[in-house]
């Protein structure tokens, strides 16, 4: 789930270089019919923007309704991300994110190319456990259409955080409404089942959880995006209902098979717990 | 494999749009009569053009005018010579000639183009596929100092990809990770991961395979034909092998044959599209044809895996296979589950459902497990599982003592079609070796000895043989049917004098001797048995056994046979030793506690009180924290009582009630409270027992209430002290708010079982009989439950259930002093069942029993009076009436001597002897023992009516 994420992002995004200036900002202002101009968007004002159009002598007041992208020139040393993600030093990129997006803060209500940062932030915030920061960030992004895959992935986030954070009752509403508590079979998609799983388990119904967990590895073994999430709480799971040896076992493999990655770090923690508990 | 061609084709465009060559005219076509100038013109023109073969003549004859001189400048024309006229060669397609020329150029100096040149022979090898010779150009192309990252991702390419047509799996892996990881065009990286892959696998790097699935598994390499047939092969390899951990990274990634010839074709479709595109514009012939290969390969590819019988449902029975074994019992489960569901009545559906049912016995879900079992027999009772299933579901309730499922499983048993199959039949035996002890363990004997009496006619084959013989013999000494036990037992031991149960058949021998009353034989067997098997699992029994055969020797001249000499003054000294030894060799605590406390039992005939109690304390540091404690220190309380310290003893029992007492399964401290109680009753004076009630209520009141089971006991010793009142209170208080019997030791359940069957509560009597004999089946109070539960089917009318109680209990217990209202139940039954010839005999036994004189006497004669009267015996019925009256008026305070005058008196009138009649009724009324009674009113009014006749 977020290494596809994180390593589309950086593909991608971290090409673009430029320089930030505080006061007028550098931007592609897009609107409807597939028009855009380059220019500086000058201050804001409510639902309208100021806007000066390269070369023109006089900005210009348009309507944030209609304006349908602003593509900001976002200072960011990318190298310097993807080695910090890669040792998995997530506050320290949550920091340079933060930075870098300040800027243009008066403006992040507005369809723009920061919902990429955002959408890093949102993993990254539920990374280190800062739910409702990461929920308010997917709350948003879920409401951006731009980007259908962008927008489904914010969504799963949302009921993620809405788990972990503890919210039983709303991630129940959320996942009613998306239907995705309904018909959870083999073929079900590992999204799905992963989520029913953390759900389950949160509601202390271990096995029917591990059911659904056990699914999603069974089943979608190459999917390597949910099938790690899925072995650190099958692990989880397996120690809830006492199989400690099963838990030592799937913890002993992820940290085989998925070095470097936060499972792993998860798995040495879960290995600690279960020790504790062995001697309990 | 043409990456390696075809990135290589790229780089000869490259080269032939930077090389430069000196620049010459020329003309004429017959070189030798033209100066070198002009030949080099002439050549250089046609390469420009694009003329490759005829730059080929001018070319040659520069390299051979040239070859042998050697001025610097002429070696160079000579050495650029060489090197276009190679190049020239493969565009021609004459690599062999173009490498010729080219292993000449590379062998003087200068070589001014020697990458390109090396790269041009690398590209000749790959056709001739001289992995070898690549090996070493590209080595030797490595070893150039300041190569470009262009050359040395090529060099790299060549190297990995020589190696990896060489089957170097470990030496290809370093070049090809330099080529996935330096790559720009996804299609080489891909084709690098897949031969990394490919080579890790070979190699069986599995560590380093480990990182790089998760990479090819985000790629398309993962739908790679020939990756997914190595990773299956292999895969199968390690799972036989039994490299569970390894073979599962492989299967896992082995996709399904339809995805992959899905993605096949869409792979063709593109490539195909891409040709036609190309060949619009203009394309090589040279790329065409390996266009056209590249397609011709995977159509291949896709018909191999077309060809292959299916393999995904045995990929994922494989993959479960593992889970289970790696102890992820849940993965296994939901892949067997899948398996089976999709084809339930196909080969490997059948053995996904046995897989699917051991998962969830492993992991303790054995009411899914037994729903699965019991849904496959009832739809598929011919199914090729249907008897291994049933075995599995009978052994776990086997192992569970839960005979009664096993038994439960008969019907299925019965119904399973008959087989030749060898394994099947043995299956078959092994199913009813398990019936036999389900019926075993819920105690029918005789089902059980139907089941291995089937072994032994039907499966001689099986096994279970030799066991069932033994078995066999058990059923019939459980049924006390001794005699044929000896048999089956000594038929055992002629058959498998080496069998498992060799030994124990012996001792059981002795064992049914015993029940046979037959001491001596039974003392001989116990005595060959110890000096046979001093280590045996039986030798402690043994030897108590045969100190229990001893104790009951009376050690006395025989009067019948005065000229023998039987006395034997030593006889309580052997059973002594018999118990120190079976002490000393016991293997479970049960064993040495039943030694030891026997052996108490002797001495206490002896009154021998200080050895009890260093035997006790003997006992207590043999056996250390595996000792009855309870019971030992009720032992040496008993000799200190008996001793005369009665305060030391009533310390020591109370401090032990509390120390144990809050344990329910230590029923010692339920013999110390009966003891206890006994003492205050018999050896305090009213005062100090009154003071111990006292001291016993100050106790409770430091219990912690949590300590349930320990308040119980205490609040029961407290009733039993204060008097029958207490006690019925307690019990009726308990029952009433129907507390769990969690908490409730023998001696509480026999005041429960007793207060259930004083307040006619049925219920209660058969739950308290329930909980009674599951938990404290050994317990000396657990004749008040046979009692509750004789009630209990005597109010429900089930004579035939009270007799077999009866016959139970007295079976257990005979006529000890506490058993003679089973006899009285008995007679109590029959008269019921209107058998009065059989009850009468039944309420005469009472009579003879002197440890049940008292009430019970009365009580019997009364009821042998009811049978002649029933059999309008009425001479015969007033006899025994009068008895009544006149032997035991004194009992249960004249109750039955008041039930007598009156009966009596019916008996006279029914003979017409109303004076008597009137005179028996005028008698109970002056009699002190009855005359207060509200029975006397009857008389009385019976004299109003006869008394003036």
């Given at each position: 789930?977020?290494?596809?994420?994180?390593?589309?992002?950086?593909?991608?995004?971290?090409?673009?270089?430029?320089?930030?200036?505080?006061?007028?900002?550098?931007?592609?202002?897009?609107?409807?019919a597939?028009?855009?101009?380059?220019?500086?968007?000058?201050?804001?004002?409510?639902?309208?923007?100021?806007?000066?159009?390269?070369n023109?002598?006089?900005?210009?007041?348009?309507?944030?309704?209609?304006?349908?992208?602003?593509?900001?020139?976002?200072?960011?040393?990318?190298?310097?991300?993807?080695?910090?993600?890669?040792?998995?030093?997530?506050?320290?990129?949550?920091?340079?994110?933060?930075?870098?997006i300040?800027?243009?803060?008066?403006y992040?209500?507005?369809?723009?190319?920061?919902?990429?940062?955002?959408?890093?932030?949102?993993?990254?915030?539920?990374?280190?456990?800062?739910?409702?920061?990461?929920?308010?960030?997917?709350?948003?992004?879920?409401?951006?259409?731009?980007?259908?895959?962008?927008?489904?992935k914010?969504?799963?986030?949302?009921?993620?955080?809405?788990?972990?954070?503890?919210?039983?009752?709303?991630?129940?509403?959320?996942?009613?409404?998306?239907?995705?508590?309904?018909?959870?079979?083999?073929?079900?998609?590992?999204?799905?089942?992963?989520?029913?799983?953390?759900?389950l388990?949160?509601?202390?119904?271990?096995?029917?959880?591990m059911?659904?967990?056990?699914?999603?590895?069974?089943?979608?073994?190459?999917?390597?995006?949910?099938?790690?999430?899925?072995?650190?709480?099958c692990?989880?799971?397996?120690?809830?209902?006492?199989?400690?040896?099963?838990?030592?076992?799937?913890?002993?493999?992820?940290?085989?098979?998925?070095?470097?990655?936060?499972?792993?770090?998860?798995?040495?923690?879960?290995?600690?717990?279960?020790?504790?508990?062995?001697?309990? | 494999m043409?990456?390696?061609?075809?990135?290589?084709?790229?780089?000869?465009?490259?080269?032939?749009?930077?090389?430069?060559?000196?620049?010459?005219?020329?003309?004429?076509?017959?070189?030798?009569?033209?100066g070198?100038?002009?030949?080099?013109?002439?050549?250089?023109?046609?390469?420009?053009?694009?003329?490759?073969a005829?730059?080929?003549p001018?070319?040659?004859?520069?390299?051979?005018?040239?070859?042998?001189?050697?001025?610097?400048?002429?070696?160079?024309v000579?050495?650029?010579?060489?090197?276009?006229?190679?190049?020239?060669l493969?565009?021609?397609?004459?690599?062999?000639?173009?490498?010729?020329?080219?292993?000449?150029?590379?062998?003087?100096?200068?070589?001014?183009?020697?990458?390109?040149?090396?790269?041009?022979?690398?590209?000749g090898?790959?056709e001739?596929?001289?992995?070898?010779?690549?090996?070493?150009?590209a080595?030797?192309?490595?070893?150039?100092?300041?190569?470009?990252?262009?050359?040395?991702?090529?060099?790299?390419?060549?190297?990995?990809?020589?190696?990896?047509?060489?089957?170097?799996?470990k030496?290809?892996?370093?070049?090809?990770?330099?080529?996935?990881r330096?790559?720009?065009?996804?299609?080489?990286?891909?084709?690098?991961?897949?031969?990394?892959?490919?080579?890790?696998?070979?190699?069986?790097?599995?560590?380093?395979?480990?990182?790089?699935?998760?990479?090819?598994?985000?790629?398309?390499?993962?739908?790679?034909?020939?990756?997914?047939?190595?990773?299956?092969?292999?895969?199968?390899?390690?799972?036989?092998?039994?490299?569970?951990?390894?073979?599962?990274?492989?299967?896992r990634?082995?996709?399904?044959?339809?995805?992959?010839?899905?993605?096949?074709?869409?792979?063709?479709?593109?490539?195909?599209?891409?040709?036609?595109?190309?060949?619009?514009?203009?394309?090589?012939?040279?790329?065409?044809?390996?266009?056209?290969?590249?397609?011709?390969?995977?159509?291949?590819?896709?018909?191999?895996?077309?060809?292959?019988?299916?393999?995904?449902?045995?990929v994922?029975?494989?993959?479960?296979?593992?889970?289970?074994?790696?102890?992820r019992?849940?993965?296994?489960?939901?892949?067997?589950?899948?398996?089976?569901?999709?084809?339930?009545?196909?080969?490997?559906?059948?053995?996904?459902?046995?897989?699917?049912?051991?998962?969830?016995?492993?992991?303790?879900?054995?009411?899914?497990?037994?729903?699965?079992?019991?849904?496959?027999?009832?739809?598929?009772?011919?199914?090729?599982?249907?008897s291994?299933?049933?075995?599995?579901?009978?052994r776990?309730?086997?192992?569970?003592?839960?005979?009664?499922?096993?038994?439960?499983?008969?019907?299925?048993?019965?119904?399973?079609?008959?087989?030749?199959?060898?394994?099947?039949?043995?299956?078959?035996?092994?199913?009813?070796?398990?019936?036999?002890?389900?019926?075993?363990?819920?105690?029918?004997?005789k089902?059980?000895?139907?089941?291995?009496?089937?072994?032994?006619?039907?499966?001689?084959?099986?096994?279970r043989?030799?066991?069932?013989?033994?078995?066999?013999?058990?059923?019939?000494?459980?049924r006390?049917?001794?005699q044929?036990?000896?048999?089956?037992?000594?038929?055992?031991?002629?058959?498998?004098?080496?069998?498992?149960?060799?030994?124990?058949?012996?001792?059981?021998?002795?064992?049914?001797?015993?029940?046979l009353?037959?001491?001596?034989?039974?003392?001989?067997?116990?005595?060959?048995?110890?000096?046979?098997?001093?280590?045996?699992?039986?030798?402690?029994?043994?030897?108590?056994?045969?100190?229990?055969?001893?104790?009951?020797?009376?050690?006395?001249?025989?009067?019948?046979?005065?000229?023998?000499?039987?006395?034997?003054?030593?006889?309580?000294?052997?059973?002594?030793?018999?118990?120190?030894?079976?002490?000393?060799?016991?293997?479970?605590?049960?064993?040495?506690?039943?030694?030891?406390?026997?052996?108490?039992?002797?001495?206490?005939?002896?009154?021998?009180?200080?050895?009890?109690?260093?035997?006790?304390?003997?006992?207590?540091?043999?056996?250390?924290?595996?000792?009855?404690?309870?019971?030992?220190?009720?032992?040496?309380?008993?000799?200190?009582?008996?001793?005369?310290?009665?305060?030391?003893?009533?310390?020591?029992?109370?401090?032990?009630?509390?120390?144990?007492?809050g344990?329910?399964?230590?029923?010692?401290?339920d013999?110390?409270?009966?003891?206890?109680?006994?003492?205050?009753?018999?050896?305090?004076?009213?005062?100090?027992?009154?003071?111990?009630?006292?001291?016993?209520?100050?106790?409770?009141?430091?219990?912690?209430?949590t300590?349930?089971?320990?308040?119980?006991?205490?609040?029961?010793?407290?009733?039993?002290?204060?008097?029958?009142?207490?006690?019925?209170?307690?019990?009726?208080?308990?029952?009433?708010?129907?507390?769990?019997?969690?908490?409730?030791?023998?001696?509480?359940?026999?005041?429960?079982?007793?207060?259930?069957?004083?307040?006619?509560?049925?219920?209660?009597?058969?739950?308290?009989?329930?909980?009674?004999?599951?938990?404290?089946?050994?317990?000396?109070?657990?004749?008040?439950?046979?009692?509750?539960?004789?009630?209990q089917?005597?109010?429900?009318?089930?004579?035939?259930?009270?007799?077999?109680?009866?016959?139970?209990?007295?079976?257990?217990?005979?006529?000890?002093?506490?058993?003679?209202?089973?006899?009285?139940?008995?007679?109590?039954?029959?008269?019921?069942?209107?058998?009065?010839?059989?009850?009468?005999?039944?309420?005469?036994?009472?009579?003879?029993?002197p440890?049940?004189?008292?009430?019970?006497?009365?009580e019997?004669?009364?009821?042998?009076?009811?049978?002649?009267?029933?059999?309008?015996?009425?001479?015969?019925?007033?006899?025994?009436?009068?008895?009544?009256?006149?032997?035991?008026?004194?009992?249960?305070?004249?109750?039955?001597?008041?039930?007598?005058?009156?009966?009596?008196?019916?008996?006279?009138?029914?003979?017409?002897?109303?004076?008597?009649?009137?005179?028996?009724?005028?008698?109970m009324?002056?009699?002190?023992?009855?005359?207060?009674?509200?029975?006397?009113?009857?008389?009385?009014?019976?004299?109003?009516k006869?008394?003036?006749?």
């Amino acid at each position: 789930m977020n290494k596809v994420f994180l390593a589309g992002l950086l593909s991608g995004i971290f090409l673009m270089v430029g320089i930030a200036e505080a006061q007028p900002i550098t931007v592609e202002l897009k609107m409807g019919a597939k028009r855009s101009w380059r220019g500086q968007v000058i201050s804001r004002d409510g639902e309208w923007i100021e806007f000066k159009i390269d070369n023109s002598p006089k900005p210009m007041r348009i309507g944030v309704e209609k304006v349908t992208e602003l593509i900001f020139e976002v200072e960011i040393d990318t190298e310097k991300i993807s080695k910090k993600l890669e040792n998995r030093e997530y506050d320290g990129v949550i920091a340079m994110l933060g930075r870098a997006i300040k800027p243009f803060a008066e403006y992040d209500d507005i369809p723009s190319n920061l919902t990429k940062y955002n959408a890093l932030l949102m993993e990254l915030y539920y990374r280190t456990w800062e739910y409702d920061k990461s929920l308010l960030i997917s709350s948003k992004i879920a409401k951006d259409s731009r980007n259908p895959a962008l927008q489904k992935k914010s969504r799963m986030y949302q009921v993620l955080a809405l788990i972990d954070g503890g919210k039983v009752a709303e991630a129940e509403a959320f996942i009613s409404e998306y239907g995705w508590d309904q018909n959870l079979a083999d073929d079900t998609s590992p999204e799905k089942l992963y989520i029913a799983a953390k759900l389950l388990a949160l509601k202390k119904q271990y096995s029917e959880a591990m059911l659904c967990v056990a699914k999603v590895i069974a089943f979608n073994s190459q999917d390597p995006d949910w099938m790690q999430p899925a072995e650190i709480l099958c692990a989880e799971i397996y120690t809830e209902l006492g199989l400690y040896d099963s838990a030592e076992e799937v913890c002993r493999q992820i940290e085989l098979f998925y070095r470097d990655s936060p499972e792993f770090d998860a798995a040495v923690k879960l290995r600690v717990r279960i020790k504790k508990l062995r001697a309990e | 494999m043409t990456l390696a061609f075809r990135s290589y084709g790229k780089l000869i465009r490259g080269f032939l749009l930077i090389t430069s060559f000196m620049a010459f005219s020329a003309a004429a076509q017959d070189y030798s009569t033209l100066g070198v100038s002009d030949i080099v013109a002439s050549a250089n023109l046609k390469l420009k053009r694009g003329d490759y073969a005829g730059a080929i003549p001018p070319l040659q004859e520069v390299v051979d005018r040239f070859r042998d001189l050697t001025d610097p400048a002429k070696i160079e024309v000579l050495q650029n010579a060489r090197f276009q006229l190679a190049r020239a060669l493969y565009k021609t397609g004459d690599i062999p000639a173009g490498m010729e020329v080219l292993t000449e150029y590379l062998e003087q100096e200068p070589r001014k183009q020697e990458r390109m040149a090396l790269r041009m022979v690398a590209q000749g090898l790959f056709e001739v596929h001289d992995w070898e010779q690549i090996e070493k150009v590209a080595a030797k192309l490595l070893a150039l100092p300041d190569l470009s990252p262009d050359d040395r991702l090529n060099a790299n390419l060549m190297l990995g990809q020589a190696l990896f047509q060489a089957q170097k799996w470990k030496e290809c892996i370093a070049p090809l990770t330099y080529m996935e990881r330096e790559s720009k065009d996804k299609e080489s990286k891909q084709a690098a991961q897949i031969m990394i892959v490919r080579a890790l696998v070979e190699a069986e790097d599995w560590k380093e395979l480990f990182v790089w699935i998760p990479r090819v598994f985000r790629t398309d390499a993962k739908y790679d034909i020939t990756l997914n047939l190595t990773a299956m092969k292999a895969a199968k390899a390690l799972f036989s092998q039994d490299d569970a951990l390894n073979s599962l990274v492989l299967y896992r990634m082995v996709l399904s044959r339809e995805m992959l010839i899905e993605f096949s074709n869409k792979r063709i479709v593109r490539l195909s599209r891409k040709l036609a595109k190309d060949e619009k514009t203009g394309i090589p012939e040279k790329i065409r044809k390996e266009r056209l290969k590249e397609i011709e390969e995977i159509r291949s590819l896709i018909e191999k895996i077309t060809e292959l019988p299916p393999y995904e449902d045995e990929v994922a029975f494989r993959i479960g296979k593992i889970y289970h074994e790696l102890l992820r019992y849940w993965e296994g489960y939901v892949l067997f589950e899948k398996i089976y569901t999709e084809a339930p009545d196909s080969e490997i559906g059948a053995a996904a459902i046995l897989e699917l049912v051991l998962t969830l016995y492993d992991l303790q879900e054995i009411d899914r497990a037994e729903e699965q079992v019991l849904s496959y027999l009832e739809a598929r009772i011919t199914g090729k599982s249907a008897s291994m299933l049933l075995s599995m579901m009978m052994r776990d309730n086997l192992l569970k003592q839960n005979g009664e499922k096993v038994v439960s499983l008969q019907k299925y048993m019965d119904t399973l079609p008959t087989t030749t199959d060898a394994d099947e039949t043995s299956i078959k035996g092994d199913l009813h070796y398990m019936m036999a002890f389900g019926h075993f363990q819920t105690g029918d004997h005789k089902a059980s000895e139907d089941q291995f009496n089937i072994i032994i006619t039907d499966f001689p084959e099986s096994q279970r043989l030799p066991d069932s013989y033994y078995y066999l013999g058990m059923t019939y000494m459980m049924r006390a049917e001794y005699q044929n036990a000896i048999d089956a037992f000594g038929v055992y031991q002629e058959k498998y004098p080496e069998g498992e149960y060799y030994s124990d058949a012996i001792f059981r021998q002795g064992v049914c001797f015993l029940g046979l009353n037959n001491a001596s034989e039974a003392e001989k067997i116990f005595t060959l048995f110890i000096e046979t098997y001093p280590t045996g699992k039986f030798v402690s029994e043994a030897y108590s056994m045969r100190g229990d055969i001893e104790a009951s020797k009376d050690g006395q001249d025989d009067p019948k046979t005065p000229d023998v000499d039987e006395y034997d003054p030593e006889t309580l000294d052997r059973a002594l030793a018999d118990y120190r030894k079976a002490m000393d060799t016991a293997s479970t605590p049960k064993q040495a506690a039943y030694a030891a406390f026997q052996a108490a039992e002797v001495y206490k005939l002896e009154f021998k009180w200080q050895e009890v109690i260093d035997l006790m304390e003997y006992y207590l540091n043999l056996k250390g924290s595996d000792a009855d404690v309870a019971q030992a220190v009720f032992w040496i309380g008993k000799a200190q009582i008996s001793m005369g310290q009665i305060n030391e003893a009533i310390e020591a029992y109370l401090d032990a009630i509390l120390k144990f007492g809050g344990d329910v399964n230590q029923e010692g401290v339920d013999k110390i409270i009966d003891e206890l109680i006994s003492v205050a009753e018999y050896r305090l004076s009213d005062e100090d027992r009154e003071l111990f009630a006292v001291k016993l209520k100050l106790k409770m009141t430091d219990i912690d209430p949590t300590e349930k089971v320990l308040l119980l006991r205490l609040n029961v010793a407290l009733a039993l002290l204060m008097g029958e009142e207490e006690i019925n209170a307690l019990g009726s208080s308990f029952l009433k708010e129907n507390q769990s019997l969690k908490i409730v030791t023998p001696i509480s359940l026999a005041v429960l079982c007793n207060v259930a069957v004083a307040e006619d509560d049925t219920e209660q009597m058969g739950r308290l009989y329930e909980h009674f004999v599951e938990n404290f089946e050994d317990s000396e109070k657990l004749w008040t439950a046979y009692r509750a539960k004789a009630y209990q089917l005597l109010a429900a009318d089930d004579f035939i259930a009270v007799t077999n109680v009866i016959e139970e209990a007295q079976g257990l217990y005979g006529s000890d002093s506490f058993m003679g209202w089973s006899q009285i139940i008995k007679g109590d039954t029959l008269f019921k069942m209107k058998l009065y010839d059989e009850a009468e005999p039944a309420y005469n036994t009472v009579m003879g029993v002197p440890a049940w004189r008292g009430p019970l006497y009365a009580e019997a004669m009364y009821g042998m009076g009811k049978c002649r009267l029933a059999n309008q015996d009425f001479e015969g019925a007033h006899t025994f009436f009068q008895r009544t009256y006149l032997l035991f008026k004194a009992y249960a305070n004249g109750e039955w001597a008041a039930k007598g005058y009156l009966a009596a008196a019916d008996c006279l009138l029914e003979l017409d002897r109303k004076e008597d009649a009137v005179k028996t009724w005028k008698d109970m009324i002056e009699n002190d023992y009855v005359n207060t009674l509200p029975a006397v009113e009857t008389a009385k009014k019976m004299i109003k009516k006869y008394g003036d006749t």
